[in-house]
């Protein structure tokens, strides 16, 4: 199975703020990474797939990268709204692999 | 609106059995794939099975194969998972998620599954 290695876990941000989360896979999985934005409560929302495509409705402070098997979702000018746990998903190969989240939180 | 709306989690013994239903609204359901994501506070988000527009293509993770049976009824707009030999690891919250062919666009709120004794 591809591995999916996500970091930070945890990132204290403010208002204003760019922040860049990371996801590495443990092979070539071509674009084929997605984002996921998960509220308390709630479930996961599609953010962003084929690594930087952006999912209709999403705002374009949203932003998705990819340097071989490595991949970025960034972030500028974070909003009260952003404060959640993100997650990105290899989605190149069954069975489909979450990486452990990252909870974006208010510094 | 697209709508998916499972139900029929429960509290469980370990090896008893469950079905879970889903059941989609907004959409041409025949056109999708689906899927089931479960979700613990401690493994996080685990892709469990997915099935093809007509049921004929079926997949699953390692560790639920020869226990969990995804099926579809088109005509009922409806996505099961039954669940066999339910272990404690197998406690979470399962999601039906439509899939997209790029990723899993709709979510539902989820059904709960608590296996303990």
């Known amino acids: 199975d591809i591995q999916v290695t996500q970091s930070p876990s945890s990132l204290p941000a403010s208002v204003g703020d760019r922040v860049t989360i990371t996801c590495q896979a443990s092979?070539?999985?071509?674009?084929?990474l997605n984002w996921y934005q998960q509220k308390p409560g709630k479930a996961p929302k599609l953010l962003i797939y084929?690594?930087?495509k952006l999912e209709t409705g999403v705002p374009s402070r949203f932003s998705g990268s990819r340097s071989g098997t490595y991949f970025w979702l960034t972030i500028t000018t974070l909003q009260p709204d952003d404060f959640a746990t993100y997650y990105c998903q290899q989605y190149d190969n069954i069975p489909y692999t979450f990486g452990r989240g990252t909870k974006l939180e208010i510094k | 609106e697209v709508q998916l709306v499972e139900s029929g989690g429960d509290l469980v013994q370990p090896g008893g059995s469950l079905r879970l239903s889903c059941a989609a609204s907004g959409f041409t359901f025949g056109n999708y794939w689906m899927n089931w994501v479960r979700q613990t506070p401690s493994k996080g988000l685990e892709w469990v099975a997915n099935i093809n527009h007509n049921g004929s293509g079926r997949y699953y993770v390692d560790s639920v194969k020869g226990r969990f049976s995804i099926s579809r009824d088109n005509d009922k707009n409806s996505l099961y998972l039954h669940l066999n030999n339910l272990r404690a690891e197998d406690t979470a919250l399962y999601y039906c998620?439509?899939?997209?062919?790029?990723?899993?666009?709709?979510w539902g709120q989820g059904t709960l599954v608590t296996v303990s004794p």
């Open positions: 998620t439509r899939g997209a062919g790029y990723g899993d666009d709709a």
């Open positions: 084929d690594t930087s």
């Open positions: 092979e070539d999985i071509n674009k084929y």
